[in-house]
């Protein structure tokens, strides 16, 4: 179990989102990407492993768009987070929409010394390239999901291409996202991940990548283009 010396958490980035976390829902505005995003990855997920009756966990949730969308798919859905001001709006928005999602501050090394084994589809989108330690949250990943249980990760790649799209693009030209949301260290190559993957215990089944036209402002996924964003669909090995 981490403790508040040891966490895989870097306050500098969930202070990033902490500031403009009341405008999460907004289509519009900081998160419009996500916004774009979503109905892409949630298709991705649901289209793999069927999440309806399913006991599903969101980690690095945010404000709730993709926790969200699984409640509507009929899972059950938990979310955690180290953001409390994103917690916030996600618990808000789930009451005025009528859902039912549990929400809770918690790292996922945490959660998961807590409750492992319990989770039959564990996702982690657009988390992986915030931690200094990813490698510990797939781990972690795999201690919450069940045998034969599905895992969902998407992530940016550290590739020249990604660095003008995901940085220069969408931060300081289309500013779709405040400048200094992102940092091209911080991203991951699929070589990378499937490493960590592996490590985990956790079995590559598909990665694809989520490709972003400027003209229709779409987000589509592409099987062969992986350069920029991509999703991977894991899934957890019988001991």
Known sequence: MTDSNTANVDPSEI???ERIASRWWDPNGEFKPLHDLNPVRSHYIDSRASVAEKKLLDIGCGGGLLTEAMAVRGATVSGIDMGEAPLEVA????LEKGLNIHYE???????????ANQFDVVTCLEMLEHVPQPGNVIQACAQLVKDDGDV??????????AYAFAILGAEYVMRLLP????EYKQFIRP???AHWLREAGLELVDICGMT???FS??????????DVNYLVHARKLKH
Do not use: W
């Open 15 to 17: 202070a990033k989102f």
């Open 91 to 94: 618990k808000l928005h789930c």
């Open 105 to 115: 501050k918690a790292t996922a090394e945490d959660y998961a010394a807590a409750h």
């Open 152 to 161: 969902f990760f998407s992530t940016i790649n550290r590739h020249p291409k």
């Open 179 to 182: 400048k200094g949301t992102h």
């Open 191 to 193: 070589s990378e991940l």
């Open 212 to 214: 972003y036209n400027p």
């Open 217 to 226: 402002k779409k987000f589509r996924l592409s099987a062969h283009d992986v």
